[in-house]
């Protein structure tokens, strides 16, 4: 089973995610886990039997005056299973630092939600992925008694850009995360590949065996696109 993780970011209007929930609700996605996670103002509007429902983010305090924050009571009061952890967008323009990231991890454990924590390296950081994965993983981790976690490899230089690591490159890095959590966190966790997934490359990265699902930004607004991914993915292998 793959985990299928749409992550809409800031997109669509509201007739638009109106229709796009229209032709998501006939999606058949059986073998797989199909995950969606739009913005905060479309939570409600999501309720499809075929799909679980994730945010994108979770403010770091469990409840109180903070304007414009969603709290992690408010995401599971609306059934909430999965958030979005971490992501470089919100690392980089939003300045999101590992103590921040680090407590969000925390409140999601103590509700029972599964966080989807994005790690990734950028252009320059390339030739040291390991290092920096590693420095990502212990910074976000340390201190909290772990539950179900899902790690998305996200290298920062390939989102968005329609370039993606060799499949070698993948195959490995994947590989130490999992053998890193095993060993360091004693947990068996999933890992994810994200990065200008979409459909012309999905078969190649399909073959991947270390993948245990994908993270997909820009391929998920257009609803062809993601059912296309979809169906390839439903194809027993």
Not at 77 to 98: A, P, Q
Not at 104 to 121: A, N, R
Not at 195 to 207: D, F, T
């Amino acid at each position: 089973m793959k985990l299928i993780i749409s992550n809409l970011k800031m997109n669509l209007t509201l007739e638009e995610i109106k229709s796009y929930i229209q032709q998501l609700n006939e999606i058949k996605c059986q073998r797989n886990k199909l995950i969606v996670c739009p913005s905060y103002p479309y939570l409600s509007y999501f309720n499809g039997k075929n799909y679980s429902l994730g945010s994108q983010n979770v403010a770091s305090e469990k409840m109180g005056a903070f304007t414009g924050e969603v709290s992690i009571e408010q995401l599971t009061s609306l059934g909430i299973h999965y958030v979005i952890i971490g992501h470089s967008e919100r690392r980089t323009h939003l300045k999101e630092d590992s103590d921040l990231i680090r407590k969000k991890l925390s409140l999601c454990f103590d509700y029972d939600v599964i966080p989807i924590l994005c790690i990734g390296e950028n252009l320059e950081e390339k030739e040291k992925r390991t290092e920096v994965l590693k420095s990502q993983i212990d910074s976000a981790l340390q201190g909290l008694k772990l539950k179900d976690i899902i790690l998305a490899y996200e290298p920062v230089w390939s989102i968005g850009t329609g370039f993606i690591p060799t499949r070698e490159e993948i195959k490995n890095t994947l590989d130490w995360m999992k053998k890193y959590m095993k060993s360091h966190y004693s947990i068996e966790c999933k890992v994810v590949y994200g990065g200008s997934v979409n459909p012309r490359n999905i078969e190649s990265l399909n073959q991947i065996e270390e993948i245990d699902g994908y993270l997909i930004g820009g391929a998920s607004l257009k609803i062809e696109e993601l059912k296309r991914i979809i169906e390839v993915l439903e194809v027993e292998k």
